[in-house]
């Protein structure tokens, strides 16, 4: 019977002796360590205890930590190895709330010169965790001598705890430079790699420091696998930091570890040539050819590291993975679900139009083995696929549909029903098969986002079916058994329907008649709202107040509306004027550039870039439309004109700013422009090729037509070796031409204006101080905007 009480007890402490410790009993407990003489077994499991509540968030006060210190210093007495370690690791758990934490500097000095190499290790890292700049001096010395110490432990646990130190006291650890140059020829692998770890930490901000040790590195035979994956990340960052091309001597050095004896250094090689930009298509396919063969390693590890890599290639390269998709698909009945998952995604990616049912088949096997993550690994690649492959909706939206009906979380759901709406907008022909795998998940659908969603979805997509009156029953359905937003939206999809179907009107009229005695005002308040302008039967005013979407920017809506909270708040909640929607940048998705440079109205036209269509395109320009308002609201002379907010930039639908040179010439000129209520502003970015030119006061002058005046040019200080930097030209709309619908201009004789001067090419070192007058030529650049358009959104 005793045996079977211990047994439920370690069950209902999930076998953690320490799951009922408090924290008060255990301080109180503390005490024990002041007896004479130390039991250690006892201290032992004391000291354990307190560990255990900091690691697991325990917060102590600063009297608690010092009392509970100072007792923890008596623990020095006994000889004990284990104690003596753990009272280590509390010295440095407990100083940080601790005061005066350096008493204990002479004792752990000298456990750091003892002979018991069990802790000096560990004595050296307390003594680095409360060492400040008043204490470093003293323990200098010691440091120096323990970095080039023969024990290999005590060596690396010197350099990991300088390169701690050096995050506080960088001045002092520069000084050890030359130990830690002699730990980098250790014949240990871990001190090999921690000195090296520390040298880089030394030199990092000093970059020809950095090129020598890369350079003298990259010629010795660094032993230690570890020091070399370091090595070949220093030598793809300053490839990166330098624009180096693949011809760079650190670039031959990386490729040559593709050939190392090593695993892990041909895998940390074989990724950094696929993430470098110089890496060239031959290049490329050397480093897939290595994956290739990590694929039928006996280690998990290594498969999963090459599969995990060649899907992410398979996003910009599927073709260069296609050779690959034979020992892919050997991976697909691996044992490891998550290595099967990724080969899977990875062939689908790469994978013909033909072997679209057969994968799916074999995904769906095994779909309820992994876990959400890797499930919304699989949704994102159904999604790419779909995209590439848009006769076979059929087929994919099934096996969606599927996984909609399976066990998941909510971030796993939304994939799913973003990816099938991305499938509906993109594939008219998948519209209503999509619309009723939606229907049918919202009868029991138990997120309310989710829901809400595909009922605004219902009601703008499901009016245009040949038979609008079967979704009628799904959405009111959601009137009586779903929570007051989700009512709140059946309402609002309700009325579309009725907007554009007549023959359901009076139906519906009688739907929303009960609503309007709902338990929520929302839901009663939208019923009354609709059922008001439904009675009008006014074809202008259905289309306004019901069919019609806000349409606006609903990112810069965000920001607009926490900006107006932020004001109120500042007033202490009182504000006396109301938030104005017409200050919201409009919609990116309906008010584009097109290809040809000009602005227009994109309405109802479709994003090609990637399957979410025009709703990627809102996110990403929205999302840099801010970003270019806060870089103006930066520059003092654009700020000065008290522009407003930003109506529009005019990125085109791939989000490209217009060309005004070509891509190969020497110096790459690009314009994006920006519409204000009054205002239009031309920013210039301006790159410049030539690597033996610096340029400098860069302006760019032209003729400028009728309508506009210049209030205000932001020149480029410098312009050196690719490096880009931006003119800004703000020009001021005549308010005479308010009253005309149409406004084109071209801008002519656009010239890019400078000073040139010669330079090193390697050091940037300029040769002639003076300089000599240049000017580039560049394209006309053409402005076309609708006025009225701009004006209603911000007048």
Known sequence: MMYKREKKEDEDGYGNPFAKVDKTSVLQEARVFNETPVNPRKCSLILTKILYLINNGQQLSTLEATDAFFNMTKLFQSKDTTLRRLVYIGIKELSKFAENAYVVTSSLTTDMNGKDDQCRPAAMRALCQITDATTFQGIE????????????????????????????????????????????????????????????????????AVTKLVTKLTRSNLKSPYALCMLI???????????????????DFIESALRHKNEMVVYEAANAIINLRCTSPRELNSAISVLQLMLSSSKPTIRFAAVRTLNKIAMNHPNAVMACNVDLENLITDSNRSIATLAITTLLKTGNESSVERLMKQIASFMSEISDEFKIVVVGATRALCAKFPRKHTVMMGFLSSMLH???????????????????EDNPEAKE?????????????????????????????????????????????????????????????????????????????????????????????RATYYLNILHEKQRAILNTYVSNTLNVSIIGLEKALQGYIQAAAATDGVTYLPFDIKSVPLNTATFYEG????????????????????????????????????QIAAIPKLAALDLGPILKSSLPVDSLPVELT????????????????????????CTNTLNDQVLENVTVSMDIPEGFSVDAVVPAEQLAYNVPRSVYIALSIDPELDDV??????????????????????????????????????????LSLELNHLANGSS
């Open 662 to 685: 070509e891509s190969e010439t020497e110096y790459v000129i690009q314009c994006v422009k920006h519409m204000f209520k009054d205002h239009v502003v031309l920013q210039f970015d």
């Open 233 to 251: 990340r220093i030598a793809a960052k300053l490839i990166e930091e330098e624009g180096a091309t693949s011809e760079s001597p650190y670039f």
């Open 595 to 630: 290809g040809d440079g000009k602005l227009g109205t994109g309405l109802g036209q479709k994003s090609t870039n990637g399957p979410s269509g025009a709703v990627a395109v809102e996110k990403i320009a929205a999302t840099r439309q801010d970003l270019y308002a806060e």
């Open 406 to 424: 399976e066990e998941g979380g909510y971030e796993y759901k939304k994939a799913i029903v973003e990816t099938i709406i991305a499938i509906i």
């Open 141 to 208: 010395r010691y440091m120096k001598q323990a970095i080039v110490d023969r024990n290999s432990a005590v060596s690396s646990a010197a350099l990991v705890s300088s390169i701690h130190l050096a995050k506080t006291i960088p001045e002092g650890v520069k000084r050890w430079a030359n130990e830690a140059q002699e730990a980098v020829n250790s014949d240990n692998i871990m001190v090999q790699s921690h000195a090296l770890g520390l040298l880089y930490h030394i030199r990092k901000s000093d970059r020809l």
């Open 433 to 525: 098969g999509g619309l009723a795998y939606l229907c049918e998940f919202i009868e029991d659908c138990e997120h309310t986002s989710l829901a809400v969603k595909i009922l605004h979805l219902l009601g703008r997509e499901g009016t245009k079916t040949a038979s609008p009156a079967k979704y009628i029953r799904y959405i009111y359905n959601r009137l009586i058994l779903e929570k007051s937003p989700v009512r709140a939206a059946a309402v609002s999809s309700l009325a579309k329907f009725a907007a554009h179907c007549e023959d359901l009107l009076p139906q519906i009229l009688v739907l929303l008649e009960r609503s309007t005695l709902d338990t929520d005002d929302e839901v009663r308040d």
């Open 741 to 782: 619908s149409l406004l084109s201009a071209t801008f002519t004789s656009v010239t890019l204006k400078y000073t040139v001067k010669d330079c090193d090419p390697n050091t940037n070192q300029v040769f002639d101080e003076e300089g000599y007058p240049d000017e580039y030529v560049l394209e006309d650049l053409d």
